[in-house]
């Protein structure tokens, strides 16, 4: 009896033993499982960090140029209305610059034809003197008395 006793007794110690370790071998499992899950997650993490990280620095680098083209696009038509208000203003200064010519011309002809009346009229002053003192001869004195 004491030998079925101690075989019972064994049996049992040898399947409650049998059965802690099937339940180590399943938490051993578990863990496992748990473990190569949390390193995918660790992985997928990553990974995801590195898309998102080269979407960034594609959409800055994208937004960077369409910045910069925006930019060039406002400089050079900022350059053209500029170029126009240049351009505006030499084609006003070479206008004035044209009028004041026609003045300088005309007031050199206003003088030139003032000095050809006043050279005809003088000339034609000496032909009435010499007319009228071939019509009407006058003596002119040789010696002028001044009169005291």
């Not at 499982?33 to 898309?51: F, G, I, P, S, V």
């Not at 030499?90 to 610059?97: C, H, M, Q, R, V």
């Not at 002809?109 to 003192?133: D, F, W």
């Amino acid at each position: 009896m004491q030998n079925a006793i101690t075989s019972g007794f064994a049996g049992a110690e040898i399947a409650n033993n049998t059965r802690q370790i099937a339940d180590m071998q399943q938490m051993f499992g578990i863990q496992s499982a748990l473990q190569n899950c949390c390193c995918e997650n660790r992985m997928a993490t990553a990974d995801l960090k590195y898309t998102v990280a080269t979407e960034n620095c594609a959409d800055r680098a994208a937004l960077n140029d369409g910045l910069r083209e925006v930019i060039a696009n406002q400089t050079a038509n900022t350059q053209k209305i500029l170029d126009l208000m240049c351009q505006d203003k030499i084609d006003a200064k070479n206008e004035k610059i044209l009028e004041l010519q026609n003045q300088l011309n005309m007031a050199n002809l206003a003088a030139s034809q003032t000095a050809q009346t006043a050279q005809i009229i003088a000339n034609a002053q000496a032909g009435v003197v010499a007319v009228e003192q071939y019509i009407k001869p006058t003596p002119i004195p040789a010696y002028v008395v001044p009169s005291n």
